[in-house]
């Protein structure tokens, strides 16, 4: 009871302060939303694909067979690309050409032979030459198909079945070509029609799909977030050590300081993200009804109260106060730069990829991005809960020993 005492008594004492301060602290606020609306728009411009700037993608058929030219259709239909996206037929010579002016993309090469080694068995691969110019491009052609290589790949498995059993009924060599032609077509029609081109890869790859629709949302996790720092540092008061010594003698910890900031601090957190959720609702045009929003505040709860138990882990281990907000913001920015929110994970290396899959913060946006564009039904918080209750114990165990200390 005294601990909660306490904890009530530094809370009413930080709402007294921030009634006080009302005028200046919109201002506060208000600086993170210019600042991140600023960096999304680039941000939004850069992924955006213009119509008037398409990817043109040369092709360069060297195996001229029935096989090469139905896959060059599947490409041209199946883009999701739409009209930003331009196929032109040409040899290796005008490619190359192109790639060095910079009006290509990249170019793919079907080699000579690519229908001979689809029916023996011999594992087919398509040449990718990307333009170093334009990198994000030459990686999207690049994704688009290696995807669709992995279904030929399968296909091909089926193919050198039938011919097996089609060898064995004595069914001569231009039947077996006709038939393999016909189940060649059949499966990847029917690979068209499970839509499972992309799929590996869209939701990775909506920040190209639909970018201001990502970015708003990064946006808005990132604007929380930063909100959740400015209102921990605007309670946070310096005391002297013989303040401090004095404190301590009414038997006050700084634990229970630390407690009553975090609390204050996700409340009104809590009320400018709610607040900010409908202008996001507005942006995106969602169709949510009250369960969604109540799971997208209840991920948020737990992403801000982990968020403010590592930031207050970092006070209680860090004396100075320049050094302990230097090291907050620092945390603050990978934790950004780990969530996906400002470059999705799929453009980080395998394995600060898999490391980020742990932190709180990727998980949080994961559910977010799941939430928004997927119609996620089921979130996980134990994750979230877990990384929340280690950070706790770990606050609990450093202001115990500090204080013994």
């Known amino acids: 009871m005294t601990f909660i005492k306490f904890v009530l008594l530094f809370m009413k004492q930080h709402f007294t302060e921030l009634r006080r301060k009302w005028i200046s602290l919109p201002l506060l606020l208000l600086y993170p939303l210019f600042i991140i609306a600023l960096i999304a728009t680039i941000f939004i411009f850069i992924f955006t694909p213009s119509e008037n700037d398409p990817i043109n993608i040369g092709l360069i058929d060297q195996d001229q067979s029935q096989e090469t030219q139905m896959v060059i259709e599947l490409i041209e239909t199946t883009s999701q690309f739409g009209d930003s996206i331009n196929i032109v037929p040409m040899n290796e010579t005008e490619a190359n050409n192109e790639i060095k002016t910079n009006q290509l993309s990249s170019y793919i090469i079907f080699p000579e032979g690519f229908t001979n080694d689809l029916y023996s068995g011999t594992p087919v691969d398509l040449n990718i030459i990307g333009n170093p110019e334009q990198p994000v491009k030459s990686q999207l052609v690049k994704e688009l198909i290696e995807s669709l ?140 009804v009250w369960q969604d929003y109540m799971k997208i505040i209840s991920i948020m709860f737990l992403y801000s109260i982990t968020f403010l138990l590592s930031i207050a882990l970092i006070e209680s281990l860090v004396l100075s106060q320049k050094l302990s907000i230097a090291l907050q913001i620092t945390l603050t920015i990978g934790l950004f730069l780990f969530s996906g929110a400002i470059i999705p994970t799929l453009y980080l290396p395998i394995p600060i990829e898999n490391i980020a899959n742990y932190l709180f913060s990727f998980q949080a946006f994961n559910w977010l991005k799941d939430t928004f564009f997927y119609g996620q039904i089921l979130v996980d918080y134990i994750p979230l809960s877990l990384s929340a209750l280690a950070i706790l114990c770990a606050l609990i165990g450093v202001s115990l020993w500090k204080e013994r200390k």
């Not at 629709?213 to 605007?234: E, G, H, P, R």
């Not at 310096?238 to 401090?244: F, L, V």
């Not at 709610?274 to 996001?280: A, I, R, W």
């Open 149 to 288: 290589t992995r279904h030929i790949s399968a296909s091909q498995a089926n193919i050198l079945t039938i011919n097996y059993y089609a060898k064995e009924l004595g069914i001569n060599q231009s039947a077996r070509s006709d038939l393999l032609f016909e189940q060649f077509k059949e499966f990847l029609l029917y690979t068209l029609s499970k839509d499972n081109i992309l799929n590996e890869k869209e939701i990775d790859n909506i920040v190209t799909a639909t970018p201001l629709d990502y970015y708003s949302l990064a946006s808005w996790f990132i604007i929380n977030t930063a909100w959740l720092l400015l209102l921990y540092s605007f309670f946070h008061q310096e005391e002297t050590a013989r303040m401090r010594h004095r404190i301590m003698l009414y038997g006050v910890t700084r634990l229970q300081q630390i407690t009553a900031k975090i609390v204050l601090s996700v409340i009104v957190g809590c009320i400018l993200m709610s607040l900010s959720l409908v202008g996001l609702d507005n942006i995106i045009n969602t169709s949510f």
